[in-house]
């Protein structure tokens, strides 16, 4: 079956970085878009960033410019560096695949000031 498992958040202080990855298995992952989403408490989600199968990537204005996705396809991992965090980026982060409703358990980041 189909398994994300995120990993890599945590708590840090304005400014700092974090770098979640995210385990994929149980499909085909290097023919498969994935992404990144967001929920903090109160607002709506958000999909943060996302990689094509090829390579190409999007990213949220709320997160361009600090944010990089990346994805090996060896090892079925994509991965988010996050830098210049800031508290608005405080949220459960989840690895999904795009255009499906599959997500992860979600790693919590969060951002104090």
């Known amino acids: 079956q189909v398994q994300l498992v995120e990993s890599g958040g945590g708590s840090v202080q304005a400014g700092g970085s974090l770098r979640l990855s995210c385990a994929a298995s149980g499909f085909i992952f290097s023919i498969t878009d994935m992404g990144w989403y967001r929920q903090a408490p109160g607002k709506d989600g958000e999909l943060v960033a996302t990689?094509?199968?090829?390579?190409?990537?999007t990213y949220a204005d709320s997160v361009k410019g600090r944010s990089t996705i990346s994805r090996d396809n060896a090892k079925n991992t994509v991965t988010l560096q996050m830098n210049s965090l800031k508290p608005e980026d405080t949220a459960v982060y989840y690895c999904?695949?795009?255009?499906?409703?599959?997500r992860g358990q979600g790693t919590q980041v969060t951002v104090s000031s």
């Open positions: 999904n695949v795009l255009r499906s409703g599959l």
């Open positions: 990689i094509t199968y090829s390579g190409r990537k």
